[in-house]
Each structure stands twice: as C-alpha cells, then as structure tokens.
C-alpha cells in the first residue's frame, strides 16, 4: 500500500481555511480584497465564498464585504463545551441560588435553541419544570439571549429573516428590533432580564460566559415567580449573575 504524502491537502479547502484565517484578522474583505490579499482567483474565490455564506460560515454585508458567520461561532462553542463546564460552572451556580426561591440553570447553543446542560435548585418550596437537555427559544429566554449577544446584529437579523420570532405571552418580543435593543443591553451592562416573555408569572436573569479567546460559549440564569423578583430586584440580582458568570468565565480562562 503506498505510503500518503503528509503534503496531500484538498486544494479548494485549504483556500477556504486561508480565507477564513484572514478574515479573522481583517474583520471584512470583499471579493476584491481577498483575491488581492491572498492571490486566489477572483472565479475560485466566488465559488468559496458561496459556499461558506450557504454554511453561514462567513456572512456578507449590504455592502459586498464577508466576515465569520455564526457557524464557526456555534462549531467553537462546541468545542467550548468538550472542556468540563457544567463541572467548572456547578459551584458559582449553586452559590448564585443558594438560600433563595431561584433556580439556576447553566446552558449552550445547539441548533438555533439554547438548551440547559446543567441546573441548580435554589431553597424555595416551587421547582420549576425545567430539564437537562430542554431547549429554549434564544430571542425569548434569558440564557437564550445572553448567548446572541455573542453574534453581530447583522447576524442576529439573518437568524430570523425567514423565521420572525414567536410570541408565546403579551410580553414577548415583538420585531427583531426589539431583541436587538434587548442585545445592546447586554452588551452594556453584562446581564438581561427576561419579563415574562416566555410564560406568564415567570421572570429570568440571564448572562453569558466566556471563553478563552472572549467569545460567549454558555451562558447562566435565575429563574424565578416574578412575585419572588420584583422589578426593584432587577439590577441587583442582574449584577449578581454578571459576578457569577464572570467567575465562571475566569476559571475556564486559567
């Protein structure tokens, strides 16, 4: 049997992983630049860019220029989640809701749906009918929203141009929009609160994790009867779950 070259490479894919390494670096080029930056054909370039952009693994701009897409993001979260992170995550968690009425829960990315890996029941007499391995919407639920604020807008708008969100109660978000402000948030202040917008008398504090190179890979919420977080609760409860993610997200980071 003859002996493969350690050389042998897939010509097309080893041009797509060029680029992909690139925009890493440039943030955004479009077909000009890429075929001038890295001498691949401007007809080669074409077709791999189309290819990626069908695989959401590069996204294109109104105005012609690719960046990463939310399919690398999502492969990297998998790849966040082969480290051990319900074991790193499980005491900052339970301490979150210990002694408390809240029940903590610990989740990833998996197909456009946030699904909890991991829960932590806090001391109060109601238990929630959450489960390991439940998913929930991302444009509704705490942890769901925490983890698209690791994605560009741009990002976030193409994840429902063919699918609007869904409303499930009167509270639920209404337009793209409205998630994005909610995103922003986010982004500014390190937690989001989820006001029943995914089932009446339920409230939510959720925050993201990140990873080693600062990308969110999970994310942690408080759920909890909105009678047990009144809106007065709101930022210091939100401040606490911002603390406890960052912790987690330290430790992973060592």
């Not at 960046?67 to 989640?81: H, I």
């Not at 698209?148 to 063919?162: E, N």
């Not at 922003?184 to 939510?204: A, K, N, P």
């Not at 930022?235 to 330290?250: F, N």
């Amino acid at each position: 049997m003859a002996k493969m070259s350690k050389d042998y490479a897939v010509p097309a894919l080893d041009k797509a992983i060029t680029i992909l390494n690139a925009l890493a670096e440039a943030d955004s080029m479009n077909i000009t630049e890429i075929h001038s930056r890295l001498q691949i054909p401007k007809s080669s370039t074409f077709v791999i860019m189309n290819t990626l952009e069908r695989h959401n693994f590069v996204a294109r701009s109104e105005d012609g220029k690719y960046r990463l897409g939310y399919g690398l993001f999502r492969l990297g979260m998998s790849f966040g989640n082969n480290i051990d992170l319900r074991t790193m995550a499980q005491p900052f968690l339970r301490e979150l809701v210990q002694g408390t009425p809240y029940t903590g829960h610990l989740a990833v990315l998996h197909d456009r749906q946030a699904v909890y890996i991991h829960k932590e029941e806090g001391g109060g007499f109601v238990r929630f009918a959450t489960s390991i391995g439940q998913s929930v919407p991302l444009h509704l639920s705490g942890v769901g929203k925490s983890l698209l604020s690791g994605f560009g807008d741009d990002d976030i708008v193409r994840m429902f141009a063919d699918e609007p969100p869904v409303k499930l109660t009167e509270k639920s978000l209404n337009s793209v929009d409205e998630l994005l402000e909610e995103i922003h948030f986010i982004r500014e202040h390190g937690y989001i609160i989820e006001d029943e917008q995914m089932e009446q008398g339920i409230r939510c504090v959720g925050a993201p994790i990140y990873g080693n190179e600062g990308r969110v890979i999970a994310s942690i919420s408080i759920t909890a009867l909105s009678r047990d977080l009144p809106a007065v609760k709101f930022q210091t409860i939100g401040e606490q779950a911002k603390e406890a993610a960052k912790r987690i997200s330290d430790r992973i980071s060592i």
